[in-house]
């Protein structure tokens, strides 16, 4: 039976935040892990081109983001037959908590409180891709 970690080996994710530290350490938290390649992009609309251009097998996206926000993407790739199965991770500011009814009605595959640490960012990833 394969571990988690080699469930990841040639998976492809994706980082939605508009802040660049926010996305590198996510970025070197994912290769951790084994990612074979982590994407970028700071606003939503970015982010949908990327989607769109390249195969994604997982997404981690912040719900404020410029353009398409986190929420608007998951409903967008949700309602796309060829990406609706994807892992959707949202990272969410404390604040944005009320949002969390409609982005799990929208099918999110989990969520992520601001601040979180490297631990739980990696139990989230690995339980969304356990064998």
Excluded at 16 to 44: N, Q
Excluded at 56 to 67: E, G, K, R, T
Aim: overall charge negative.
């Amino acid at each position: 039976m394969m571990s988690p970690e080699e469930c990841l080996e040639n998976k492809n994710a994706l980082i939605l935040t508009k802040y660049v530290s926010e996305r590198l350490v996510i970025r070197d938290a994912l290769l951790r892990l084994g990612f074979e390649r982590v994407l970028e992009a700071g606003d939503g609309d970015g982010a949908w081109a990327l989607i769109n251009d390249d195969r994604i097998d997982m997404i981690i996206a912040d719900f404020n983001v410029p353009l398409l926000s986190g929420g608007d993407l998951l409903r967008r790739v949700r309602s796309s037959d060829a990406l609706s199965a994807i892992p959707f991770i949202i990272i969410m500011d404390p604040q944005d908590i009320p949002h969390l009814p409609e982005l799990l009605t929208n099918r999110v595959s989990a969520y992520l409180v601001k601040p979180f640490s490297d631990d739980v960012l990696n139990e989230k990833v690995l339980q969304l891709f356990a064998p």
